[in-house]
């Protein structure tokens, strides 16, 4: 069971970063075609697609971006709504193919991309623990060993038992966050969900996180919540329409971005 710690100063972490990379991105890009007039039914969108009358405008979601982050590292990217944040965490997590570029990613990977990801809204919480567990590569032994730390550390008591249509957000991110970081994975991705839940469970997910990056784990978090990512990363990056803008210290890069904003 994984022991809670509190949270590292400067000298801790400079002495469990690694020169070895984890994350490598080579002029990664990402592009969506985007409609240049809205089309308000399915049937009218085919149907114009068939007689050719749809046209697009290219949308550059990441632009030439070029990154390595290091084993140990707990890693925070800022920016604007639409700024590309989402989008390079889903390439580094392979669920969506840079348009151009290269990711390397050097390690198992458990990401938390969105609320009830992998759950099935009519399966208890008990079941949607092995089924999720599945989908990041866990098999059921794996899982009978850490279910009764994944019910205590979500906090959902008999919940467990009830179908998850029936929970709160709150309640979904405990349970996907317990789930993802039952075993100790080599690359953690959060997108938000630590800004779901009351205090003391964003403090016990904090505490979980400072024990992983102790254990040589790497955190790649995306978060609107400013102060949390200047107290938790040990590097910032700046994303602004998909361009890194600064990259480095978390107090100087957020310092910047708030002057730019």
Same mark, same amino acid.
């Given at each position: 069971?994984l022991?809670?710690?509190?949270?590292?100063?400067?000298t801790?972490?400079?002495?469990?970063?690694?020169?070895e990379?984890?994350i490598?991105?080579?002029?990664?890009a990402?592009?969506?075609?985007?409609?240049?007039?809205?089309?308000?039914t399915f049937?009218?969108?085919?149907?114009?697609?068939?007689?050719?009358?749809?046209?697009?405008k290219?949308?550059?979601?990441?632009?030439?971006?070029?990154l390595?982050?290091?084993?140990?590292?707990?890693?925070?990217?800022?920016?604007?709504?639409?700024?590309?944040?989402?989008t390079m965490l889903?390439?580094?997590s392979?669920?969506?193919?840079?348009?151009?570029?290269?990711?390397?990613?050097?390690?198992?990977?458990?990401p938390?991309l969105?609320?009830?990801?992998g759950?099935? @809204? &009519?399966?208890?919480?008990?079941?949607? /623990?092995?089924?999720? !567990?599945?989908?990041?590569?866990?098999? *059921?032994?794996?899982?009978?060993?850490?279910?009764?730390?994944?019910?205590?550390?979500?906090?959902?008591?008999?919940?467990i038992?009830a179908?998850?249509?029936?929970y709160?957000?709150?309640m979904?991110?405990?349970l996907?966050?317990?789930v993802?970081?039952?075993?100790? @994975? &080599?690359?953690?991705i959060?997108?938000? /969900?630590?800004?779901? !839940?009351d205090?003391?469970?964003?403090h *016990?997910?904090?505490?979980?996180?400072?024990?992983?990056?102790?254990?040589?784990?790497?955190?790649i978090?995306?978060?609107?919540?400013?102060?949390?990512v200047?107290?938790?990363?040990?590097?910032?990056?700046?994303?602004?329409?998909?361009?890194?803008?600064?990259?480095?210290?978390?107090?100087?890069?957020?310092?910047?971005y708030?002057?730019?904003?």
């Amino acid at each position: 069971m994984l022991t809670e710690s509190k949270l590292m100063n400067t000298t801790d972490i400079n002495e469990i970063l690694s020169t070895e990379p984890m994350i490598i991105l080579d002029n990664v890009a990402v592009k969506y075609r985007v409609p240049t007039e809205r089309i308000g039914t399915f049937k009218e969108f085919a149907i114009r697609t068939l007689q050719r009358r749809v046209s697009y405008k290219n949308f550059w979601a990441l632009d030439d971006i070029n990154l390595e982050i290091s084993k140990g590292e707990v890693f925070g990217l800022v920016g604007n709504n639409g700024a590309g944040k989402s989008t390079m965490l889903k390439v580094i997590s392979r669920v969506l193919r840079p348009t151009k570029g290269r990711v390397r990613a050097y390690g198992k990977i458990a990401p938390l991309l969105e609320l009830g990801a992998g759950f099935h @809204p &009519e399966l208890t919480g008990r079941e949607n /623990i092995y089924l999720n !567990g599945a989908l990041l590569g866990y098999s *059921k032994e794996e899982m009978d060993q850490v279910f009764d730390e994944i019910v205590e550390f979500s906090e959902l008591g008999n919940f467990i038992e009830a179908p998850i249509r029936s929970y709160s957000s709150g309640m979904y991110a405990r349970l996907g966050f317990s789930v993802a970081t039952a075993h100790i @994975p &080599e690359i953690l991705i959060l997108d938000e /969900i630590l800004s779901v !839940g009351d205090e003391a469970f964003q403090h *016990k997910c904090n505490e979980r996180m400072m024990s992983f990056q102790e254990q040589g784990a790497t955190v790649i978090m995306v978060s609107h919540g400013l102060s949390k990512v200047e107290e938790m990363c040990t590097r910032v990056a700046w994303l602004d329409h998909g361009v890194i803008q600064k990259i480095g210290d978390p107090h100087e890069v957020i310092a910047a971005y708030r002057d730019a904003s």
